[in-house]
């Protein structure tokens, strides 16, 4: 079964830096893109960013400059690094991947999500 695990969330003060990893595990045949997406209370989940399999990214222009998006495909993890943190990063983070067990298709799995909270 394969499951995405994260990890890094925490508290930090306004203009600190805080790095997030996933990491996906089980029997995985292929990952394509990676994700992370947030959910602020009352408010939708959002992307904040995305890595295909080849290194391309894309970010939400409320993010660019501050965070990069990184991962390592041999051992199936991605990372968020958030600089300059704003107390509206405040969210639960959730990772995401497009993922392909052994001898099945590919779909889409989320972890379980990490808070960030960025205080004032």
């Known amino acids: 079964q394969v499951q995405l695990v994260e990890s890094g969330g925490g508290l930090v003060q306004a203009g600190g830096s805080l790095r997030l990893s996933c990491a996906a595990s089980?029997?995985?045949?292929?990952?394509?893109?990676m994700g992370w997406y947030r959910q602020a209370p009352g408010k939708q989940r959002e992307l904040v960013a995305d890595?295909?399999?080849?290194?391309?990214?894309n970010y939400a222009e409320s993010v660019k400059g501050r965070f990069t998006i990184f991962r390592d495909n041999a051992k199936n993890t991605v990372h968020l690094q958030m600089n300059s943190l704003k107390p509206e990063d405040t969210a639960v983070y959730y990772c995401?991947?497009?993922?392909?067990?052994?001898?099945?298709?590919?779909?889409?799995?989320w972890g379980q999500g990490t808070q960030v909270t960025v205080s004032s």
């Open positions: 995401n991947a497009e993922i392909q067990a052994f001898l099945r298709p590919f779909s889409v799995y």
């Open positions: 890595i295909t399999k080849y290194g391309g990214t």
């Open positions: 089980g029997r995985i045949f292929s990952v394509n893109n």
